[in-house]
Protein backbone atom coordinates (compact mmCIF):
# COMPACT_ATOMS: atom_id res chain seq x y z
CA UNK A 1 0.00 0.00 0.00
CA UNK A 2 2.63 2.33 0.92
CA UNK A 3 4.66 1.70 -2.31
CA UNK A 4 1.64 2.88 -4.73
CA UNK A 5 0.97 5.85 -2.67
CA UNK A 6 4.65 6.76 -3.34
CA UNK A 7 3.96 6.47 -6.96
CA UNK A 8 1.19 7.94 -7.40
CA UNK A 9 2.85 10.97 -5.71
CA UNK A 10 5.83 10.75 -7.59
CA UNK A 11 3.84 10.42 -11.00
CA UNK A 12 1.84 13.71 -9.87
CA UNK A 13 4.63 15.71 -9.82
CA UNK A 14 6.01 14.68 -12.70
CA UNK A 15 2.96 15.79 -14.46
CA UNK A 16 3.05 18.60 -12.88
CA UNK A 17 6.57 19.65 -13.60
CA UNK A 18 5.94 19.37 -17.34
CA UNK A 19 2.77 21.34 -17.01
CA UNK A 20 4.88 24.19 -15.70
CA UNK A 21 7.90 23.63 -18.07
CA UNK A 22 4.90 23.65 -21.01
CA UNK A 23 3.33 26.88 -19.70
CA UNK A 24 6.65 28.49 -19.40
CA UNK A 25 7.96 27.78 -22.81
CA UNK A 26 4.45 28.77 -24.40
CA UNK A 27 4.69 32.32 -22.20
CA UNK A 28 5.59 34.70 -24.79
CA UNK A 29 8.37 37.25 -23.73
CA UNK A 30 6.68 41.08 -22.76
CA UNK A 31 7.68 43.01 -25.71
CA UNK A 32 9.08 46.15 -25.17
CA UNK A 33 6.94 49.61 -25.22
CA UNK A 34 8.74 51.97 -28.35
CA UNK A 35 9.73 55.27 -27.70
CA UNK A 36 7.46 57.94 -28.12
CA UNK A 37 7.67 59.63 -31.87
CA UNK A 38 8.12 63.70 -31.73
CA UNK A 39 8.76 66.73 -34.14
CA UNK A 40 11.78 68.72 -33.12
CA UNK A 41 12.44 72.60 -34.82
CA UNK A 42 14.87 75.16 -34.18
CA UNK A 43 12.88 78.42 -32.29
CA UNK A 44 11.87 80.68 -35.65
CA UNK A 45 14.47 84.19 -35.76
CA UNK A 46 12.54 86.69 -37.08
CA UNK A 47 12.59 90.54 -36.85
CA UNK A 48 9.56 91.81 -35.09
CA UNK A 49 8.19 95.30 -33.11
CA UNK A 50 5.49 94.77 -30.76
CA UNK A 51 2.17 96.29 -31.31
CA UNK A 52 -0.85 97.17 -28.91
CA UNK A 53 -4.04 96.83 -29.97
CA UNK A 54 -7.03 99.26 -29.01
CA UNK A 55 -10.89 99.55 -29.70
CA UNK A 56 -12.31 102.83 -30.03
CA UNK A 57 -14.43 105.11 -32.20
CA UNK A 58 -13.85 107.57 -35.16
CA UNK A 59 -14.29 111.19 -34.50
CA UNK A 60 -14.31 114.34 -36.71
CA UNK A 61 -11.99 116.76 -35.78
CA UNK A 62 -14.50 119.33 -36.97
CA UNK A 63 -17.96 119.61 -35.61
CA UNK A 64 -19.50 122.32 -36.65
CA UNK A 65 -23.86 123.77 -35.82
CA UNK A 66 -24.69 126.38 -38.58
CA UNK A 67 -27.25 129.14 -37.15
CA UNK A 68 -27.91 131.78 -38.21
CA UNK A 69 -26.69 135.27 -36.96
CA UNK A 70 -29.97 137.67 -38.03
CA UNK A 71 -33.44 137.03 -37.72
CA UNK A 72 -35.56 136.56 -41.49
CA UNK A 73 -37.66 134.10 -43.36
CA UNK A 74 -35.47 131.49 -44.77
CA UNK A 75 -36.04 132.02 -48.59
CA UNK A 76 -33.93 129.48 -50.52
CA UNK A 77 -31.93 126.27 -49.73
CA UNK A 78 -29.20 125.50 -51.97
CA UNK A 79 -28.17 122.03 -50.85
CA UNK A 80 -29.33 118.47 -50.63
CA UNK A 81 -29.38 117.03 -47.05
CA UNK A 82 -25.82 114.95 -47.52
CA UNK A 83 -24.44 116.64 -49.85
CA UNK A 84 -20.20 117.19 -49.12
CA UNK A 85 -19.52 120.89 -48.98
CA UNK A 86 -16.88 122.80 -49.32
CA UNK A 87 -15.29 125.87 -47.46
CA UNK A 88 -17.39 129.25 -48.71
CA UNK A 89 -19.84 127.21 -49.93
CA UNK A 90 -23.29 128.69 -50.54
CA UNK A 91 -26.09 126.80 -47.72
CA UNK A 92 -29.44 129.20 -47.15
CA UNK A 93 -30.16 132.50 -48.22
CA UNK A 94 -32.76 134.75 -45.92
CA UNK A 95 -34.91 137.31 -47.20
CA UNK A 96 -32.72 140.02 -47.58
CA UNK A 97 -35.21 143.11 -48.21
CA UNK A 98 -35.17 143.96 -44.56
CA UNK A 99 -31.37 144.07 -44.45
CA UNK A 100 -30.92 146.57 -47.86
CA UNK A 101 -33.22 148.86 -46.57
CA UNK A 102 -31.64 149.19 -43.16
CA UNK A 103 -28.72 148.94 -45.05
CA UNK A 104 -29.36 151.69 -47.61
CA UNK A 105 -30.64 153.86 -43.96
CA UNK A 106 -26.85 153.73 -42.67
CA UNK A 107 -25.54 154.43 -45.80
CA UNK A 108 -27.40 157.48 -45.87
CA UNK A 109 -27.34 158.63 -42.26
CA UNK A 110 -23.44 158.39 -43.24
CA UNK A 111 -23.26 160.10 -46.11
CA UNK A 112 -24.93 163.38 -43.92
CA UNK A 113 -22.43 162.51 -41.25
CA UNK A 114 -19.60 162.78 -43.86
CA UNK A 115 -21.21 166.14 -45.15
CA UNK A 116 -21.59 167.55 -41.34
CA UNK A 117 -18.27 166.94 -41.21
CA UNK A 118 -16.82 168.74 -43.86
CA UNK A 119 -18.91 171.50 -43.09
CA UNK A 120 -17.22 171.61 -39.92
CA UNK A 121 -14.18 171.74 -41.08
CA UNK A 122 -14.66 174.40 -43.46
CA UNK A 123 -16.24 176.56 -40.27
CA UNK A 124 -13.38 175.70 -38.28
CA UNK A 125 -11.02 176.96 -41.01
CA UNK A 126 -12.74 180.52 -41.75
CA UNK A 127 -12.86 180.79 -37.77
CA UNK A 128 -9.31 180.39 -37.49
CA UNK A 129 -8.63 182.87 -40.21
CA UNK A 130 -10.88 185.55 -38.23
CA UNK A 131 -9.24 184.32 -35.39
CA UNK A 132 -6.07 185.50 -36.84
CA UNK A 133 -7.00 188.79 -37.41
CA UNK A 134 -8.83 189.48 -34.09
CA UNK A 135 -12.25 189.23 -36.03
CA UNK A 136 -13.74 187.30 -33.46
CA UNK A 137 -13.43 185.91 -29.87
CA UNK A 138 -11.54 182.87 -28.85
CA UNK A 139 -14.69 181.64 -27.63
CA UNK A 140 -16.31 181.33 -30.96
CA UNK A 141 -13.26 179.22 -32.50
CA UNK A 142 -13.40 176.90 -29.39
CA UNK A 143 -17.05 176.71 -30.12
CA UNK A 144 -15.74 175.78 -33.95
CA UNK A 145 -13.34 173.43 -32.85
CA UNK A 146 -15.89 171.37 -30.70
CA UNK A 147 -18.51 171.47 -33.84
CA UNK A 148 -15.64 169.97 -35.94
CA UNK A 149 -15.22 167.07 -33.35
CA UNK A 150 -18.88 166.21 -32.62
CA UNK A 151 -18.80 166.10 -36.43
CA UNK A 152 -16.11 163.45 -36.76
CA UNK A 153 -17.58 161.70 -33.98
CA UNK A 154 -21.15 161.40 -35.43
CA UNK A 155 -19.51 160.44 -38.90
CA UNK A 156 -17.39 157.42 -36.96
CA UNK A 157 -21.26 156.13 -34.96
CA UNK A 158 -22.84 156.59 -38.72
CA UNK A 159 -20.19 154.45 -40.63
CA UNK A 160 -20.17 151.92 -37.66
CA UNK A 161 -23.86 151.60 -38.15
CA UNK A 162 -23.63 151.11 -41.83
CA UNK A 163 -21.04 148.57 -41.71
CA UNK A 164 -23.13 146.78 -38.89
CA UNK A 165 -26.08 147.08 -41.50
CA UNK A 166 -23.81 145.43 -44.25
CA UNK A 167 -22.74 142.45 -41.94
CA UNK A 168 -26.36 141.85 -41.14
CA UNK A 169 -26.99 141.85 -44.69
CA UNK A 170 -24.11 139.61 -45.65
CA UNK A 171 -25.50 137.18 -42.89
CA UNK A 172 -29.00 136.95 -44.60
CA UNK A 173 -26.31 134.26 -47.12
CA UNK A 174 -25.52 131.42 -44.39
CA UNK A 175 -22.38 129.40 -46.16
CA UNK A 176 -20.61 126.52 -45.28
CA UNK A 177 -17.62 127.63 -42.80
CA UNK A 178 -15.62 124.67 -43.11
CA UNK A 179 -15.52 121.52 -45.41
CA UNK A 180 -17.19 118.49 -45.03
CA UNK A 181 -20.64 116.52 -45.12
CA UNK A 182 -24.22 117.71 -44.01
CA UNK A 183 -26.81 115.95 -42.17
CA UNK A 184 -30.51 116.48 -42.68
CA UNK A 185 -31.61 120.51 -42.11
CA UNK A 186 -34.15 121.43 -39.82
CA UNK A 187 -35.61 123.97 -41.78
CA UNK A 188 -37.51 124.45 -44.69
CA UNK A 189 -38.31 127.70 -46.99
CA UNK A 190 -40.83 129.78 -45.02
CA UNK A 191 -39.56 129.06 -41.71
CA UNK A 192 -39.29 131.87 -39.90
CA UNK A 193 -35.39 131.64 -38.39
CA UNK A 194 -34.16 133.43 -35.28
CA UNK A 195 -30.89 134.58 -35.13
CA UNK A 196 -27.78 135.61 -32.98
CA UNK A 197 -29.16 133.08 -30.31
CA UNK A 198 -27.30 129.49 -29.51
CA UNK A 199 -30.82 128.62 -28.27
CA UNK A 200 -32.77 126.08 -30.22
CA UNK A 201 -32.27 123.43 -33.12
CA UNK A 202 -29.44 124.48 -36.01
CA UNK A 203 -29.75 124.94 -39.27
CA UNK A 204 -27.34 121.92 -40.29
CA UNK A 205 -24.54 120.45 -39.13
CA UNK A 206 -21.86 120.08 -40.66
CA UNK A 207 -19.21 117.35 -40.15
CA UNK A 208 -15.64 117.16 -41.50
CA UNK A 209 -14.65 113.69 -42.40
CA UNK A 210 -11.05 113.64 -43.79
CA UNK A 211 -8.94 113.06 -42.16
CA UNK A 212 -10.37 111.51 -38.33
CA UNK A 213 -9.49 111.32 -35.32
CA UNK A 214 -8.98 107.94 -33.38
CA UNK A 215 -8.60 108.57 -29.90
CA UNK A 216 -8.47 106.05 -27.28
CA UNK A 217 -7.07 105.13 -23.45
CA UNK A 218 -3.78 103.51 -22.64
CA UNK A 219 -2.94 102.50 -19.41
CA UNK A 220 -0.42 104.20 -17.94
CA UNK A 221 2.47 101.41 -18.49
CA UNK A 222 1.91 100.92 -21.91
CA UNK A 223 2.58 104.84 -21.96
CA UNK A 224 6.06 104.31 -19.65
CA UNK A 225 7.08 101.52 -22.38
CA UNK A 226 5.79 104.16 -25.38
CA UNK A 227 8.01 107.04 -23.67
CA UNK A 228 11.06 104.22 -23.05
CA UNK A 229 11.29 103.18 -26.73
CA UNK A 230 12.12 105.74 -29.33
CA UNK A 231 10.17 106.33 -32.67
CA UNK A 232 6.64 105.79 -29.90
CA UNK A 233 4.54 108.48 -29.05
CA UNK A 234 3.28 110.95 -30.80
CA UNK A 235 4.23 110.50 -34.37
CA UNK A 236 4.09 106.72 -33.87
CA UNK A 237 2.72 105.06 -36.85
CA UNK A 238 -0.40 102.87 -36.20
CA UNK A 239 -3.04 100.80 -38.04
CA UNK A 240 -7.11 100.48 -38.12
CA UNK A 241 -9.58 97.93 -39.16
CA UNK A 242 -13.17 98.48 -39.47
CA UNK A 243 -15.22 95.93 -37.00
CA UNK A 244 -16.19 93.85 -40.35
CA UNK A 245 -12.62 93.66 -41.70
CA UNK A 246 -10.37 91.38 -40.78
CA UNK A 247 -7.23 93.05 -42.30
CA UNK A 248 -5.75 96.38 -40.83
CA UNK A 249 -6.43 98.26 -43.91
CA UNK A 250 -5.71 102.09 -42.84
CA UNK A 251 -2.57 103.76 -41.72
CA UNK A 252 -1.95 107.18 -39.79
CA UNK A 253 0.24 108.53 -37.13
CA UNK A 254 -0.53 109.42 -33.11
CA UNK A 255 -0.91 113.35 -32.87
CA UNK A 256 -1.61 114.34 -29.07
CA UNK A 257 -1.05 112.42 -26.15
CA UNK A 258 -2.97 114.06 -23.28
CA UNK A 259 -0.45 116.26 -20.21
CA UNK A 260 -1.59 114.15 -17.47
CA UNK A 261 -2.80 110.27 -16.29
CA UNK A 262 -6.35 110.33 -14.90
CA UNK A 263 -6.22 109.52 -12.12
CA UNK A 264 -9.46 107.44 -11.52
CA UNK A 265 -8.46 104.53 -14.31
CA UNK A 266 -5.38 105.24 -14.56
CA UNK A 267 -5.05 105.80 -18.20
CA UNK A 268 -4.04 108.34 -20.50
CA UNK A 269 -5.87 109.76 -23.63
CA UNK A 270 -4.15 109.33 -26.71
CA UNK A 271 -5.42 110.58 -30.36
CA UNK A 272 -4.37 109.30 -33.87
CA UNK A 273 -5.49 110.97 -37.60
CA UNK A 274 -6.50 108.22 -39.72
CA UNK A 275 -6.73 109.86 -43.67
CA UNK A 276 -9.68 109.21 -45.38
CA UNK A 277 -9.89 110.33 -48.82
CA UNK A 278 -12.93 108.50 -50.03
CA UNK A 279 -15.38 109.31 -46.77
CA UNK A 280 -15.52 105.46 -46.25
CA UNK A 281 -15.23 105.81 -42.53
CA UNK A 282 -17.80 107.72 -40.67
CA UNK A 283 -17.85 109.63 -37.43
CA UNK A 284 -18.86 107.12 -34.90
CA UNK A 285 -18.04 103.94 -36.48
CA UNK A 286 -16.41 101.71 -34.23
CA UNK A 287 -13.14 100.38 -35.23
CA UNK A 288 -9.86 98.70 -33.83
CA UNK A 289 -6.32 100.68 -33.86
CA UNK A 290 -2.79 98.89 -33.15
CA UNK A 291 0.10 100.85 -32.16
CA UNK A 292 3.70 99.93 -32.52
CA UNK A 293 4.94 99.90 -29.00
CA UNK A 294 8.77 99.18 -29.45
CA UNK A 295 11.49 99.64 -32.04
CA UNK A 296 11.92 96.41 -34.14
CA UNK A 297 13.91 93.90 -32.13
CA UNK A 298 15.28 90.10 -33.10
CA UNK A 299 13.12 87.63 -31.53
CA UNK A 300 13.00 84.02 -30.80
CA UNK A 301 9.57 82.27 -31.62
CA UNK A 302 7.93 78.99 -31.35
CA UNK A 303 4.40 77.78 -32.39
CA UNK A 304 1.79 79.17 -29.03
CA UNK A 305 0.85 74.92 -29.26
CA UNK A 306 4.31 73.92 -27.70
CA UNK A 307 3.84 76.30 -25.27
CA UNK A 308 2.58 74.31 -21.73
CA UNK A 309 1.67 75.82 -18.34
CA UNK A 310 2.32 74.77 -15.08
CA UNK A 311 0.82 76.49 -12.54
CA UNK A 312 2.41 80.12 -13.06
CA UNK A 313 5.24 78.99 -15.13
CA UNK A 314 5.16 78.54 -19.05
CA UNK A 315 7.01 75.38 -20.01
CA UNK A 316 8.32 73.97 -23.64
CA UNK A 317 9.75 71.20 -23.59
CA UNK A 318 13.88 70.28 -25.70
CA UNK A 319 15.59 67.21 -26.63
CA UNK A 320 19.14 66.75 -25.99
CA UNK A 321 21.95 65.65 -28.11
CA UNK A 322 20.75 61.64 -26.49
CA UNK A 323 17.49 62.57 -27.89
CA UNK A 324 16.39 62.64 -24.04
CA UNK A 325 13.40 65.14 -22.93
CA UNK A 326 14.34 67.88 -20.62
CA UNK A 327 11.67 70.92 -19.69
CA UNK A 328 12.31 74.39 -20.02
CA UNK A 329 10.82 77.40 -18.12
CA UNK A 330 10.50 80.68 -20.55
CA UNK A 331 9.41 83.95 -20.15
CA UNK A 332 6.95 84.62 -23.00
CA UNK A 333 6.52 88.25 -25.28
CA UNK A 334 3.31 88.70 -27.44
CA UNK A 335 1.72 86.77 -29.46
CA UNK A 336 2.31 87.43 -33.40
CA UNK A 337 -0.02 85.02 -35.51
CA UNK A 338 0.32 81.64 -34.98
CA UNK A 339 3.76 82.21 -33.17
CA UNK A 340 4.53 82.91 -29.82
CA UNK A 341 7.84 85.22 -28.61
CA UNK A 342 9.71 83.85 -26.63
CA UNK A 343 11.68 86.55 -23.87
CA UNK A 344 14.13 84.32 -22.43
CA UNK A 345 14.73 80.23 -21.54
CA UNK A 346 15.72 79.25 -25.06
CA UNK A 347 18.37 79.57 -27.52
CA UNK A 348 18.77 79.79 -30.61
CA UNK A 349 19.94 76.33 -31.04
CA UNK A 350 17.69 74.49 -28.83
CA UNK A 351 15.80 71.77 -30.15
CA UNK A 352 11.78 72.43 -28.80
CA UNK A 353 9.42 69.82 -29.67
CA UNK A 354 6.78 71.17 -31.48
CA UNK A 355 4.41 68.30 -31.95
CA UNK A 356 4.18 65.03 -30.22
CA UNK A 357 3.77 66.35 -26.48
CA UNK A 358 1.41 63.90 -25.36
CA UNK A 359 2.77 62.24 -22.56
CA UNK A 360 5.65 63.03 -21.89
CA UNK A 361 7.86 63.19 -19.26
CA UNK A 362 11.35 64.62 -18.69
CA UNK A 363 14.21 62.43 -18.81
CA UNK A 364 12.33 60.13 -21.03
CA UNK A 365 14.21 58.87 -24.51
CA UNK A 366 11.75 59.57 -27.39
CA UNK A 367 12.35 59.46 -31.37
CA UNK A 368 12.70 62.78 -33.29
CA UNK A 369 11.87 63.60 -36.93
CA UNK A 370 12.59 67.29 -38.11
CA UNK A 371 10.14 69.49 -38.33
CA UNK A 372 10.32 73.55 -39.18
CA UNK A 373 8.32 76.57 -37.37
CA UNK A 374 5.95 78.11 -40.16
CA UNK A 375 3.93 81.78 -40.20
CA UNK A 376 0.18 80.88 -40.45
CA UNK A 377 -1.05 84.91 -40.31
CA UNK A 378 -4.03 84.78 -38.35
CA UNK A 379 -7.38 86.73 -39.85
CA UNK A 380 -9.07 88.70 -37.32
CA UNK A 381 -12.38 86.84 -35.98
CA UNK A 382 -14.81 89.48 -37.51
CA UNK A 383 -18.01 87.23 -37.10
CA UNK A 384 -19.70 88.98 -34.68
CA UNK A 385 -19.28 91.66 -36.52
CA UNK A 386 -20.62 90.75 -39.83
CA UNK A 387 -23.93 92.51 -41.43
CA UNK A 388 -26.86 90.80 -40.48
CA UNK A 389 -29.08 89.43 -42.91
CA UNK A 390 -31.47 91.09 -44.68
CA UNK A 391 -35.27 90.51 -43.27
CA UNK A 392 -36.23 89.01 -46.77
CA UNK A 393 -34.90 87.74 -49.95
CA UNK A 394 -36.81 88.49 -53.28
CA UNK A 395 -36.46 87.13 -56.86
CA UNK A 396 -35.66 89.46 -59.14
CA UNK A 397 -37.83 89.98 -62.60
Not at 261 to 282: C, H, K, V, W, Y
Not at 312 to 331: G, I, Q
Request: charged fraction near 20%; proline fraction near 6%; include cysteine.
Amino acid sequence: MPYRLAALCGAFFASFALAACSAGEAEPVAAQQPMPNVEIAAPLVQEVADWDEFTGRFESPQHVSIRARVSGYLETVHVRDGQTVEAGDLLFTLDRRPYEAAYDAARGRAAMAQANARQAQADLQRAEELRGVDAISQESLEQAQTALANARASLATAQADAEAARLNLEFTEIRAPISGQLSARTSDPGDLVQGSTAQGDPLITIVSSDPLYFPFYASESVLLRYQRSSGTGEGAPVEVRLQDEADYSRSGEIVFVDNQIQPGSGTILMRAEIANPDGFIRPGMIGTIRVRGSDPYEALLVPRTAILSDATRRLVYVVDAENKVSVRSVVLGPTSDNLQVVQSGLNRSDRVIIAGLQGLRPGMSVTTHSGSITRDVQPADVTAALNRPAGTARVTD
